[in-house]
Structures are given as structure tokens and as C-alpha cells.
């Protein structure tokens, strides 16, 4: 992300943050914003949000609950690491493992 305005800077953030809050996703897709930052955090913010719905599907078969369970912390950890690398100056990180998955995604 190019150096501009505090403002815009800020704005752009803002969007960068809501990508990896759940359904909140959809917001910086409507602005439609075709950057390559913005590209990279809906894609990366898609495959935490499928991994929350897999996840809750899983919760939801009595054998596979218990397993599910385990996991369940893994999409906010995925999300605030991907948050705090972006408020620390690091807007370009890749994370890993859904970096590769989220390559296949178009915007």
C-alpha cells in the first residue's frame, strides 16, 4: 500500500481490518476497492471465514463436535495475527498456509 493521505491511510485500514471479521468480509468487497491490498485481505479474509463456517458445521455432527471443538480458536487467532501485522506496518503480510489457499480466489 502506497504512502497517502492519514486519512485515507486510515480508511484503508479500517476496510483491511473488517476483511478478516466474519461476515463483515462483505463490506470491503461492496467498496470495491481493486488495489492489490485489498485483493489480498478479501482473499485471505474469505478463507478464515469458510474456515469459521466449516468449523460450525462440524460443531454441529455429535461425533465430530468434540474434534471441531478443538479447532474452534483457529479462525481468531488466524484473524488477529492477520490484524496486528496489518497495525504494525506489515499491510502486504501473507499468512501462511491460507495465503496458498486463498491464491485461487479472483477479485
Not at 44 to 70: H, K, M, N, S
Not at 77 to 96: E, N, R, V
Amino acid at each position: 500500500m502506497e504512502q497517502q493521505t492519514n486519512g485515507t491511510l486510515n480508511n484503508d485500514l479500517v476496510f483491511g481490518i473488517l476483511c478478516y471479521l466474519g461476515i463483515l468480509w462483505i463490506i470491503p468487497l461492496l467498496a470495491n476497492k481493486k488495489n492489490e491490498f485489498f485483493r489480498l485481505h478479501l482473499a485471505q479474509g474469505l478463507v478464515v471465514l469458510v474456515l469459521e463456517v466449516i468449523l460450525a458445521v462440524l460443531g454441529r455432527i455429535p461425533l465430530i463436535r468434540f474434534v471441531a471443538g478443538w479447532f474452534w480458536f483457529l479462525p481468531g487467532l488466524i484473524s488477529a495475527l492477520a490484524i496486528i501485522k496489518m497495525l504494525t506496518g506489515d499491510t502486504m503480510y501473507h499468512l501462511p498456509v491460507v495465503y496458498d489457499i486463498s491464491r485461487s480466489f479472483k477479485f
